[in-house]
């Protein structure tokens, strides 16, 4: 059993340590897909508790889906850094066959640069047979060999839906994965006589560089607990993420959680309060005073407006989202970010400013291209062979790549 050390010299450690990895050219943190919102969002940190909030419709799974599972996969994937990643994903608006389905979608999209645009749906044959090319490229190595990547890093828990069950799945990982150690402590008991036992002293991972991602989407699903309310179901997830996952076992939980339903309705619009906010969060406020990090994201087409923020929406539609920051206890709030948005894909990218029109326009010729009738077809389906020294390219094309 390792001696026990005390918080400041475990404090000074931990702050010499992650000095010296920047040092020696590792990282502390994922990188954030979104460059210029990168001094509001750095990216993922172990041990930090996120909110992804937004309206119904909103985007917030595929957001979800694009920023803490797409993404930062592939960068473990291809990056030399020495950090891994496990997610325990709780799905429980969708199976884990339709969560795979999304993600291959992407997948196609990102690996061809572009070129490769095909839903989920047009993967499922909904409507008409998927392309034979489109399953040869399913079944390459390169992309076999990332849904085994994605399979064995993604763990979706069964039959864990109320906050104890969470809990305890989370708990018995992280358990399972490291070693936890106690102390001396001191306590009464209901006679008032001051007893001895061991209690919780500090968490040690086997891996110290595994990013741990609890998700839940969406957390206004959850079972609720016995004799619990939908609320104090919610406010339970909450501390447990908070005061356990994240304090004790260094998880970094991701809550998706729905605004309420009465701040989409024409009173909010009429007093002009149409993006996320932590009073209209649904069910709940209590998760926002857990988080370390509230991010929301509005869509101004599904209040019908015609401009925001310099953007013709009557041109973009629902194709563009607003990221915001709306609670971060480690920096500042306020900030906000355009993304462009195809759903079809799951794709989120930053925008240019709406007053570079040469980039704008170029995002609109986009646009009519993925609305036109030859867009239900792709574009190309040539992938030459890949191999992780590619490490260092960036993968992911700009909307005018598929012009050239």
Known sequence: MKESISLRERVIANLEERRQRILDGQLNCIPSPFKRFSEDFIGIEQ???????????????????????????????????????????????????????????????????????VSPRELRSTTSPVSEEVLDIINSDEIQDILEYFEEHVIFPEEAANPTGIYKYCKNYAEEHGTVYTKAGQYKDEFGVVQSRQVFDRYEQDNPNEYRLVIVDTINLIDTERG??????????????????????????IIIQQQAFDQEGNEAFKIGRVRPSVAGLGDSK???????????????????????????????????????????????????????????????????????????????????????????????????????????????????????
């Open 228 to 253: 619990m309310t939908l609320k104090q179901s919610m406010d339970k997830l909450s501390e447990y993420c908070a005061k356990y996952l994240r304090n004790r076992y260094n998880y970094s939980p």
């Open 47 to 117: 041990g930090c508790y996120y909110t992804i909030t937004s309206f119904t419709k909103g985007g917030k799974s595929q957001f979800t889906s694009y920023t803490f599972i797409y993404k930062p996969l592939m960068f473990c994937y291809f990056t030399k850094a020495d950090i891994d990643i496990k997610i325990l994903y709780f799905p429980l608006e969708e199976t884990p066959d339709r969560i795979m389905q999304r993600f291959i979608s992407w997948l196609l999209f990102d690996f061809s640069k572009g070129k490769i645009r």
């Open 286 to 404: 209590y998760t926002s005073r857990d988080s370390n990090v509230v991010l929301g994201l509005f869509s101004p087409f599904r209040f019908a407006l015609k401009e925001y923020e310099g953007y013709d929406i009557s041109k973009f539609k629902d194709n563009i989202r607003f990221l915001e920051m709306v609670v971060n206890r480690d920096g500042e709030m306020g900030g906000l970010c355009p993304l462009f948005f195809d759903g079809a894909v799951c794709q989120f990218e930053e925008l240019p400013r709406p007053d570079n029109k040469g980039e704008i326009t170029k995002v609109y010729d986009y646009l009519k291209c993925i609305r036109s009738v030859a867009a239900k077809s792709f574009f190309s389906y040539g992938i030459k062979k890949r191999n992780k020294s590619l490490c260092n390219t960036r993968l992911l094309s700009k909307f005018a790549a598929l012009f050239k």
